[in-house]
């Protein structure tokens, strides 16, 4: 039977698709692009915040279409709407068949086969254990770099997220079991591995006691063919000194770091439920920036919390034009039913938020457009990531894929996605690079 995927939302979701491509495969599944001739059709949703939650919705009603237009037997939505909404789905959106929630990927086969058989199918488990995950991944992205999903869950209160009634609590995959993916992963042909977790510096410490996050590095390092190990969403308060040595001495860890920080303001920082203060901000950037003097480090901030006075956005501009952040993504408060935040007063107008995030846009295209030229005459190493127009297309260690900018490399030597070349940069245009083989 042909089945049709769709993926939506975060990197961390996306490991969960391949999951369970892993597992329709070997259940002798095939695979289609096209959703008219499909059997099957499975849509992962994502319910962050209201426009993920309204594209998944626009997913899941578009392929609907195909249960009368096409071939379609069996709707499946798994993920975060259909852990968030389960009770809705019989009544709003019958054309669904299976419900299956974040925690129940690896029933995807089972759900199909009871809706072939004419039932309906529902399974959201407790968001306490983890899904099997020593089955197969298989890749969707083509690429020489993958995520890697070290752990599940957030502990965090923050006042404005819906992960932890989604996701559960903060779960680590044992290290074991990390290292059995990554080994895999470059049997796949990958040779840059990106951590994610909702928070990665505290991996560990739910199941060996102490944050392990440098250990894991430690041994990922280890495995033949994995050339560069990247962060992702590493808290400011939990980013400790072991970590930072362990970034600065391993060879296959970028010297890169994201580091969410969402605001600067202390006032909006608590009302936001963030752990760190500005000064502790200020104190790990300092940190990072003296042990490993050439760290990238990307951040994000949210614009238009509720109660977000002008001074306070101002000070959080000021801040920006002072630190220098090497790369940066602003987005608009979203109000979100039952967060402590969506209930708050003092909530901001749709037209405020997008002025103070094109403000702070406006800003940080301007620093990056002089960190690129700064780097114009340098020497860096860059994975190639594909070919365009006749002229590849590669990363820096500074560039994390889909967030941050690329390099564009004109050359006559034949590379493959994955391949490493080294480059010297003779070109810039704002958040990209142009560069020749050294």
């Given at each position: 039977?042909?089945?049709?995927?769709?993926?939506?939302?975060?990197?961390k979701n996306?490991?969960?698709?391949?999951f369970?491509?892993?597992?329709?495969?070997?259940?002798g599944?095939?695979?289609?692009?096209?959703e008219t001739?499909?059997?099957v059709?499975?849509?992962?949703?994502?319910?962050?915040?209201?426009?993920?939650?309204e594209?998944?919705?626009?997913s899941?009603?578009?392929?609907?279409?195909?249960?009368?237009?096409?071939?379609?037997?069996?709707?499946?939505?798994?993920?975060?709407?259909?852990?968030?909404?389960?009770?809705?789905?019989s009544?709003?959106?019958?054309?669904?068949?299976?419900?299956?929630?974040?925690n129940?990927?690896d029933?995807?086969?089972?759900?199909?086969?009871?809706?072939?058989?004419?039932?309906?199918?529902?399974?959201?488990?407790?968001?306490?254990?983890?899904?099997?995950?020593?089955h197969r991944?298989?890749?969707?992205?083509?690429m020489g770099?993958?995520v890697?999903?070290?752990?599940?869950?957030?502990?965090?209160g923050?006042?404005?997220?819906?992960?932890?009634s989604?996701?559960?609590k903060?779960?680590?995959?044992?290290?074991?079991?990390?290292?059995?993916?990554?080994?895999?992963l470059?049997?796949?042909?990958?040779?840059?591995?990106?951590l994610?977790?909702?928070?990665?510096?505290?991996?560990?410490?739910?199941?060996?006691?102490?944050?392990?996050?440098?250990?894991?590095?430690?041994e990922?390092?280890?495995?033949?063919?994995?050339?560069?190990?990247?962060?992702?969403?590493?808290?400011p308060?939990?980013?400790?000194?072991?970590?930072?040595?362990?970034?600065?001495?391993?060879?296959?860890?970028?010297h890169?770091?994201d580091?969410?920080?969402?605001?600067?303001?202390?006032?909006?920082?608590?009302?936001?439920?963030?752990?760190?203060?500005?000064?502790?901000?200020?104190?790990?950037?300092k940190?990072?920036?003296?042990?490993?003097?050439?760290?990238?480090?990307?951040?994000?901030?949210?614009c238009?919390?509720?109660?977000?006075k002008?001074?306070?956005?101002?000070?959080?501009?000021?801040?920006?034009k002072?630190?220098?952040?090497?790369?940066?993504?602003?987005?608009?408060?979203?109000?979100?039913?039952?967060?402590?935040?969506?209930?708050?007063?003092?909530?901001?107008d749709?037209?405020?938020?997008?002025?103070?995030?094109?403000?702070?846009m406006?800003?940080q295209?301007?620093?990056?457009?002089?960190?690129?030229?700064?780097?114009?005459?340098?020497k860096?190493?860059?994975?190639?990531?594909?070919?365009?127009?006749?002229?590849?297309?590669?990363?820096?260690?500074?560039d994390?894929?889909?967030?941050?900018?690329?390099?564009?490399?004109e050359?006559?030597r034949?590379?493959?996605?994955?391949?490493?070349?080294?480059?010297?940069?003779?070109?810039?245009?704002?958040?990209?690079?142009?560069?020749?083989?050294?």
């Amino acid at each position: 039977m042909n089945v049709f995927f769709e993926s939506l939302g975060c990197d961390k979701n996306l490991v969960d698709s391949e999951f369970m491509l892993g597992l329709l495969d070997e259940a002798g599944f095939t695979f289609t692009n096209d959703e008219t001739v499909a059997d099957v059709i499975v849509i992962n949703t994502c319910a962050f915040i209201n426009d993920a939650k309204e594209e998944s919705i626009n997913s899941i009603l578009e392929l609907a279409k195909q249960k009368e237009e096409g071939k379609c037997i069996a709707l499946i939505v798994t993920g975060c709407l259909a852990q968030r909404y389960k009770d809705e789905f019989s009544q709003q959106l019958p054309e669904v068949d299976a419900v299956i929630g974040t925690n129940s990927w690896d029933d995807i086969v089972k759900a199909i086969k009871v809706v072939i058989d004419k039932g309906k199918f529902e399974s959201v488990k407790s968001l306490e254990a983890l899904p099997d995950m020593s089955h197969r991944r298989i890749l969707s992205g083509g690429m020489g770099h993958t995520v890697l999903k070290i752990a599940e869950g957030c502990n965090k209160g923050c006042t404005y997220c819906i992960i932890p009634s989604i996701r559960g609590k903060y779960r680590s995959i044992p290290i074991e079991k990390l290292i059995s993916q990554a080994k895999d992963l470059t049997m796949q042909g990958i040779s840059e591995l990106i951590l994610v977790a909702q928070e990665t510096t505290l991996y560990g410490v739910d199941i060996y006691g102490e944050k392990c996050l440098h250990k894991l590095l430690k041994e990922l390092s280890k495995i033949d063919g994995i050339k560069w190990i990247r962060l992702l969403y590493c808290y400011p308060e939990e980013i400790y000194d072991e970590l930072i040595d362990e970034i600065r001495t391993n060879d296959k860890v970028c010297h890169y770091i994201d580091m969410p920080i969402q605001h600067i303001n202390d006032d909006i920082l608590r009302r936001m439920g963030r752990l760190a203060s500005k000064d502790k901000i200020i104190n790990t950037i300092k940190n990072l920036r003296e042990k490993i003097p050439d760290i990238a480090i990307r951040t994000t901030v949210i614009c238009g919390f509720p109660g977000e006075k002008y001074e306070q956005h101002l000070e959080l501009v000021n801040f920006l034009k002072d630190i220098r952040f090497d790369r940066l993504g602003a987005f608009a408060y979203s109000q979100e039913e039952n967060t402590p935040a969506a209930v708050m007063d003092d909530q901001i107008d749709e037209n405020t938020k997008a002025e103070r995030v094109n403000e702070i846009m406006s800003l940080q295209k301007e620093i990056c457009t002089q960190k690129a030229e700064e780097l114009i005459g340098k020497k860096l190493l860059v994975t190639i990531d594909g070919k365009i127009d006749g002229a590849y297309i590669a990363r820096t260690y500074k560039d994390a894929p889909d967030v941050d900018g690329y390099l564009f490399l004109e050359s006559d030597r034949v590379f493959n996605t994955g391949d490493f070349a080294e480059v010297i940069i003779t070109g810039a245009n704002e958040y990209d690079l142009y560069g020749e083989l050294i």
